[in-house]
């Protein structure tokens, strides 16, 4: 390896520890100075944030079903390196880690008693704009987001035999000089970095709830201790995982993840208000298709905006914050899949996963609040305290200890599944994009993510860290943008079959789930 080779991960390294050491020790002017960057982009630039989004939608749509769809993420003849089901297990776990089991009844709870103005709480029409308000957080701009980094990377480290870098993605646009000079070092740090705080700040929730869960069930104290204890078991599971590879460690526990997820599903429907929640489902997804590109792009000027920018404009920015991540994971495990394969499995199968979820948990908690059997505090408490709302609720139902305990399991299954491949991708960035990077790399940014989730816990800085990095992300849609104009500049050099088959992708995923 070159020396310059090392520079992404020095200079990577040195900023996140200083951010981390500025949040932990200077925790008021860190927070102070979050969120006036923070309110500067979600009151100047909301409407980017929109429109970005909406554009990432269109984009992946009209190329999936374009005749670029059918080319290969590899060689022609280049096979999915994973079966579908794996492969679909590794990415959903990646892309949503502990975000549906945290969210997935407190959030439909929030915009039920709190829904955006000149909708009255807790009636029946804020309990449709909360089911239509998280189908679209966590329905397909999420996966799309993700889709565009995520193809963009695959294609040219397969196709083209570039670096497993983010910058590599720009050689049509800047050449290979500047690529592999400053403006391609800059992008992969700002990766780097973007990746490390989103990831240190999800495990730091994640182990808020599996801590309020242990608490609830068991009896066990919410304590810093705790927290530590349960950072540190995790950790070494994640660096283990990480260290077998992605052939072992992460595929195994990517696939557990899934379906123990599929079984709380199950479970949770046959014991909840089953006609509500299909009822939900399909009122809810008409609304969400019926309004998409009202609500993808409505902003009001004249209007009450605080919800907008503290649930979608926050969100959109927080999706965006985890694309480089969730980005370039994909693309290391989506070698042989084709175009329209990909958007597919990353694209529209999620979403219809995460709408499928929300419609499953939100109905819990919005039931319970309509039929008054948890009064409008006990929902603000839900809210107030999302960690433990998830449990509260459960209790409600029948099995509600059996319920919760597999909660807990998935919350931990999600929390490795996040970590272990944020660990990867790390040691992918900071050892010149490769594809199978040291173990020693791993280890060391599977320490220092537990190190910093630790600090943070201890000045009570996850926030505000959260914020910071959704700020140092915005660069990213610009990124991003240009991350398109590169991919369909090359694709555009690709010779295309006069004729291809859109049944062709369907194919090819039988033959990939025979062949493996």
């Given at each position: 390896m070159k020396k310059n080779d090392n520079h992404v991960f020095i200079i990577s390294l040195i900023l996140t520890l200083a951010i981390a050491f500025w949040a932990i020790f200077g925790k008021t002017s860190f927070g102070i100075v979050s969120n006036a960057v923070f309110n500067f982009l979600s009151v100047d630039f909301g409407w980017l944030y929109l429109l970005i989004m909406f554009v990432f939608v269109v984009f992946v749509i009209v190329l999936a079903i374009s005749k670029y769809g059918s080319i290969k993420l590899g060689d022609d003849d280049s096979v999915p390196e994973y079966k579908t089901s794996s492969w679909f297990a590794m990415l959903f776990g990646c892309g949503m880690g502990v975000g549906l089991v945290f969210w997935g009844i407190s959030e439909p709870i929030s915009h039920y008693i709190a829904p955006m103005a000149g909708i009255k709480a807790g009636s029946a029409e804020a309990a449709q704009f909360a089911?239509?308000?998280?189908?679209?957080?966590?329905?397909?701009?999420?996966?799309?987001?993700?889709?565009?980094?995520?193809?963009?990377?695959?294609?040219?480290?397969?196709?083209?035999?570039?670096?497993?870098?983010?910058?590599?993605?720009?050689?049509p646009l800047i050449g290979e000089k500047k690529v592999n000079g400053f403006w391609g070092k800059l992008i992969d740090v700002l990766a780097v970095f973007a990746t490390v705080a989103g990831v240190v700040t999800s495990l730091g929730l994640g182990v808020l709830q599996i801590n309020s869960g242990l608490k609830y069930m068991f009896g066990?104290?919410?304590?810093?201790?705790?927290?530590?204890?349960?950072?540190?078991?995790?950790?070494?599971?994640?660096?283990?995982?990480?260290?077998?590879?992605?052939?072992?460690?992460?595929?195994?526990?990517?696939?557990?993840?899934?379906?123990?997820?599929?079984?709380l599903m199950i479970l949770v429907f046959l014991v909840g208000p089953k006609v509500d929640v299909i009822n939900n489902f399909v009122n809810g997804f008409g609304q969400y298709l019926g309004t998409f590109i009202q609500d993808s792009l409505?902003?009001?000027?004249?209007?009450?905006?605080?919800?907008?920018?503290?649930?979608?404009?926050?969100?959109?920015?927080?999706?965006?914050?985890?694309?480089?991540?969730v980005g370039v994971f994909i693309a290391r495990i989506s070698k042989g899949r084709t175009i329209r394969e990909f958007i597919a499995g990353v694209v529209i199968a999620p979403t219809l996963g995460s709408l499928l979820w929300f419609a499953i948990f939100g109905t819990l908690g919005i039931n319970l609040g309509s039929k008054g059997i948890l009064s409008t505090k006990a929902l603000q408490a839900v809210v107030a305290k999302p960690e433990t709302g998830l449990f509260v609720v459960m209790q409600k139902y029948p099995f509600g200890m059996i319920l919760s305990v597999v909660a807990l399991v998935l919350l931990c299954?999600?929390?490795?599944?996040?970590?272990?491949?944020?660990?990867?991708?790390?040691?992918?960035?900071?050892?010149?994009?490769?594809?199978?990077?040291?173990?020693?790399?791993?280890?060391?940014?599977?320490?220092?993510?537990?190190?910093?989730?630790?600090?943070?816990?201890?000045?009570?800085?996850?926030?505000?860290?959260?914020?910071?990095s959704i700020a140092a992300a915005f660069p990213f849609i610009f990124i991003m943008l240009f991350a398109m104009v590169s991919l369909v500049k090359s694709l555009k050099g690709e010779t295309i079959p006069t004729k291809f088959k859109i049944g062709e992708s369907a194919k090819n995923l039988v033959n990939a789930e025979t062949e493996n």
């Open positions: 089911m239509k308000s998280s189908f679209m957080h966590w329905g397909i701009q999420p996966w799309a987001n993700y889709a565009i980094i995520g193809l963009a990377l695959a294609y040219f480290t397969f196709r083209k035999k570039k670096k497993g870098l983010i910058s590599s993605i720009f050689e066990v104290p919410t304590t810093l201790l705790i927290q530590i204890i349960i950072i540190g078991v995790i950790s070494v599971i994640v660096i283990w995982s990480a260290v077998s590879g992605i052939d072992k460690g992460i595929k195994l526990i990517s696939d557990a993840n899934l379906y123990i997820a599929i079984g409505g902003i009001n000027t004249y209007s009450d905006l605080s919800w907008l920018r503290n649930w979608r404009i926050f969100y959109w920015a927080w999706w965006i914050a985890w694309a480089p991540f299954t999600f929390f490795i599944t996040s970590a272990n491949s944020g660990t990867f991708v790390l040691s992918m960035l900071s050892s010149n994009g490769n594809l199978n990077p040291p173990n020693n790399k791993k280890i060391l940014w599977g320490i220092v993510q537990a190190v910093l989730a630790i600090g943070l816990l201890v000045a009570g800085g996850l926030k505000p860290l959260q914020i910071i």
